[in-house]
Nanobody
Framework: QVQLMESGGASVQTGGSLRLSCAAP????????LGWFRQAPNKEREAIGA?????????AESMKGRFTISQDKDNDKKILYLQMNNLQPADTAMYYC?????????????????WGQGTQVTVFS
């Protein structure tokens, strides 16, 4: 079982920046793939990107550019970050951290089995 705890969501003005964090307590194994997803109101959930076991960052094509995913770890947990710049109202969504041990799931950014509760990002003009 992998528990994930997101933080950092907020309301920001158009053009602003935010950094989201996701902690996976008790997990430091390199083969655990952590990723970011988001779901806007009345829309399907979409992938942002993930970091695979080799540390390679995989971005969904539509997310390349303004979003930067990075990862860190300390003695007892991995931490995944999502840096978002030049935020637009269209970026308003619930942002979720997810995890998978599956190579294919990680590479395809789908089929993640573990999910956090989400953190809300609201961008106002």
């Amino acid at each position: 079982q992998v528990q994930l705890m997101e933080s950092g969501g907020a309301s920001v003005q158009t053009g602003g920046s935010l950094r989201l964090s996701c902690a996976a307590p008790g997990h430091t194994e390199s083969w655990l793939c952590l990723g970011w997803f988001r779901q806007a109101p009345n829309k399907e959930r979409e992938a942002i990107g993930a970091i695979d076991k080799d540390g390679t960052v995989l971005y969904a094509e539509s997310m390349k550019g303004r979003f930067t995913i990075s990862q860190d770890k300390d003695n007892d947990k991995k931490i995944l970050y999502l840096q978002m710049n030049n935020l637009q109202p269209a970026d308003t969504a619930m942002y979720y951290c997810a995890a998978t041990y599956g190579f294919t799931a990680c590479q395809s950014l789908s089929g993640f089995g573990y999910w956090g509760q989400g953190t809300q990002v609201t961008v106002f003009s």
